[in-house]
């Protein structure tokens, strides 16, 4: 569903971090994107999802090629960004959140609440607190439900198990898997936490020097962990 052929991206025009990448997902595969701090990965999920332009390259969706679009047609095509950091708003309530996860939508309201909520619970219970009350494993959770209530097809998540209590990093990994395979959910999530990426991905793409260097699937990366920093180059 989504492919991608010698994609070319920077920050600054003239200095592409990402050198040609080469990536083929399939529709309801979850993937993860490993390689060690600085590498691009959050440059490769930004320009997937078109916040940043790619130099050259050719990026498809389902066929169509949208490298050159901007972010909200990107969007309405059914790609879903939670960005490292999360990026919730914690002056607004949870449910006040969740309802930016349909703006720009206009065939999109708030039907898929009820589903939502019963994904993640702790957001219906806390549906009106301010969002900043919240701990970071819960704020991941609202994050991850905001880019759900849009439909999406394919969800990148970057780095969503940063700064979250191990127990919570399972439980929102298996959620994942859960929501993947019932709804036929297509997933790229970076990080660096096998934990999360032995739950949640069934094949690892390593990024390394601005290239896909490596793949495999992620039984055979439980089964041989040392394969993990070889690939990643530690
Ligand atoms: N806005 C920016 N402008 C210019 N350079 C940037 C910008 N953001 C990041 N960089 C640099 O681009 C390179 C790739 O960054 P990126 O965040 O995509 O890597 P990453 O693999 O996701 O790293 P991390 O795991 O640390 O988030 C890094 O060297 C970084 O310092």
């Not at 009820?114 to 301010?130: A, G, N, T, V």
């Not at 905001?146 to 970057?158: M, Q, T, V």
């Amino acid at each position: 569903m989504l492919e991608i052929k010698g994609l070319r991206s920077g920050y600054a025009r003239g200095a592409d971090i990402l050198k040609g990448i080469d990536l083929n997902v399939t529709a309801g595969e979850r993937v993860a994107i490993m390689g060690r701090n600085g590498m691009g990965k959050t440059l490769l999920a930004k320009t997937i999802m078109g916040l940043v332009k790619p130099s050259a390259g050719d990026i498809r969706l389902e066929g169509a090629p949208i490298g050159a679009m901007p972010a909200h047609k990107i969007s309405n095509l059914g790609v879903a960004y939670v960005p490292q950091g999360r990026e919730i708003f914690g002056d607004f309530t949870i449910l006040e959140n969740l309802r930016m996860g349909v703006i720009g939508k206009p065939k999109l309201g708030l039907e898929g609440l009820e589903k939502i909520y019963d994904w993640f619970p702790i957001l219906r219970e806390r549906q009106s607190q301010r969002a900043g009350t919240m701990s970071g494993g819960q704020m991941q959770q609202l994050a991850i439900a905001r880019a759900l209530i849009g439909r999406p097809k394919l969800l990148l998540l970057d780095e969503p198990s940063e700064g979250i209590q191990p127990n919570i990093v399972h439980e929102i990994a298996e959620k994942l898997s859960a929501i993947s395979a019932t709804e036929g959910l297509t997933v790229i999530v970076i990080e660096q936490n096998f934990e999360m990426v032995e739950i949640l991905a069934e094949r690892v793409a390593f990024l390394e020097n601005g290239l896909i260097t490596g793949e495999s699937p992620t039984s055979r990366l439980v089964a041989e962990p040392e394969l993990i920093t070889q690939n990643m180059g530690l």
